[in-house]
């Protein structure tokens, strides 16, 4: 079973931060430093792009039979259903672990055994998800 990530608006504004501070410090960098009003653009594209990229490709959760596999953009997480030792809700997704969740209404899944011990995550349909979860991770305690 596949499912996608949905957007919140504290994962937008926070991904607008990202975007405007670095544009602030770059063009104040070259006015203060002379830099070449080339060099300037080419950086600010580069934010653009790589903010870009990070806010709009949709994060994918797929359920296979023994792991729950995290597709978020380059990088891919692996969790087995056995290392899955908590689930509760969650609306904090700029802190801590594994970040995955696009949105505010997210499920955070702690578990052993990884690089991270939890990983918040968003799914659109997040009562079919939980229920799907529910069946694969037995020894998970649900706080919900």
């Known amino acids: 079973m596949t499912y996608y990530s949905k957007y919140g608006s504290k994962f937008i504004r926070y991904n607008i931060l990202l975007f405007v501070v670095p544009t602030v410090i ?13 060099r300037i653009s080419v950086s ?18 797929v ?32 802190v801590g672990g594994n970040k995955a969740a696009k949105s505010e209404d997210a499920i955070q899944i702690d578990y052993t055994g990884g690089v991270y011990d939890n990983v918040k995550v968003s799914p659109r349909e997040k009562e079919s998800f939980l229920l799907e979860l529910k069946k694969k991770a037995v020894k998970a305690k649900f706080n919900l």
Do not use: C, W
């Open 26 to 38: 770059i063009l104040l960098l070259g006015m203060f430093r002379d830099i070449s009003l080339y």
């Open 63 to 94: 359920f296979t039979d023994h792991q729950l596999i995290i597709h978020n953009g380059i990088k891919k997480s692996k969790i087995y259903y056995d290392a899955i030792t908590h689930v509760e809700l969650t609306e904090d997704i700029i």
């Open 44 to 61: 600010i594209m580069l934010i653009i792009i790589i903010v870009l990229v990070n806010t709009f490709k949709p994060v994918k959760y």
